[in-house]
């Protein structure tokens, strides 16, 4: 077994984890995590830990490297870089000598920044331990442009972790924006069922024949019928970038109304939001808080709900 480094959004863990253990003791095992990041071994390929659709990034564990694992090189050049809390960093010379005479002596690669295709990282974690590893290339989907404000289809596929999605549900995400959360939905879970309400229609949202999109405002879902949808999955306003609302808590207050009319009743909401007024407005309007989770998005601090409808 190869191992491995990853990260994702901090806070995260406890969502992820749970997958993470679902694999095999043989396919994968938790050695340690932090806040943002996790060490296993692994006996999966290298295609199919890169499409675990949770993790930002992933690193091979030099260390810990095998002959299956070589395949991971691509091309003879490489660059070196040192990332301390998460930034990139200058190695020192006495140290960046030794590693590079390490990367010729093993591996027969040549120092070349502009012509790399493989990147080599000295990880330093918030502990003191060092990691040498080689970050693996990023699945398709994450590489993809993100419009300014849009929701990373990491996170996305973390929100619809917490909320137990499964194929067979209908999910509706009621302040839509950009479409990312429908969007997973769709290619991370397989829903067929998938709707999507925002006040606006966005020239670059995410279109998908799965997807029904609706114009209309999460306070106000008339269209919908009650306890009609198995999940409600959303990042609404959070009263930092939206100077145009008024008053963020009739919003929430009244969109929460709509979406225990909507739910079924066993059905259950996650909300990602910055808000700071949200909790309260949860428990006041017939949804329980039975998960949380403090995170981190673009910087900016946030809290992921769980909720359940009150029966």
């Not at 809390?85 to 020192?92: F, I």
């Amino acid at each position: 077994m190869s191992q491995y480094f990853a990260t994702f959004p901090a806070g995260t863990y406890e969502i992820i984890a749970k997958h993470l253990k679902g694999f095999k003791l043989d396919e994968l095992k938790l050695n340690e995590h932090d806040d943002s990041s996790v060490v296993f071994q692994s006996s999966l390929s290298v295609e199919r830990l890169i499409e675990l659709r949770y993790f930002t990034n992933i690193y091979l564990v030099i260390d810990k490297i095998n002959g299956t694992s070589k395949k991971a090189f691509k091309g003879k050049y490489y660059r070196l870089m040192l990332l301390k809390d998460g930034t990139p960093q200058p190695l020192s010379q006495n140290e960046r000598s030794k590693l590079e005479a390490r990367i010729h002596n093993e591996f027969g690669l040549e120092a070349n920044a502009h012509l790399s295709k493989n990147d080599f990282y000295l990880i330093e974690r918030t502990s003191g331990k060092q990691l040498f590893t080689l970050r693996l290339p990023r699945a398709k989907f994450k590489r993809e442009k993100l419009v300014a404000g849009e929701l990373r289809p990491e996170l996305a596929h973390i929100l619809c972790l917490a909320a137990g999605l499964k194929s067979k549900y209908t999910v509706i995400d009621v302040f839509a924006g950009y479409g990312s959360i429908p969007f997973e939905a769709v290619r991370g879970f397989g829903c067929k069922q998938v709707l999507a309400v925002d006040i606006q229609k966005l020239s670059n949202r995410h279109e998908h024949n799965l997807i029904k999109w609706f114009e209309g405002n999460a306070s106000k879902l008339d269209f919908l019928p009650q306890s009609s949808v198995d999940r409600v999955i959303t990042d609404p306003p959070w009263g930092i970038y939206d100077s145009k609302i008024d008053d963020l808590s009739a919003l929430y207050a009244e969109s929460v109304k709509e979406m225990v009319r909507i739910l079924k009743p066993d059905g259950v909401a996650v909300v990602l939001s910055g808000f700071s007024e949200a909790n309260q407005l949860f428990e006041a309007n017939q949804l329980k808080i039975i998960g949380k989770w403090r995170v981190l998005v673009s910087g900016k601090k946030a809290t992921i709900y769980k909720l359940q409808k009150a029966k």
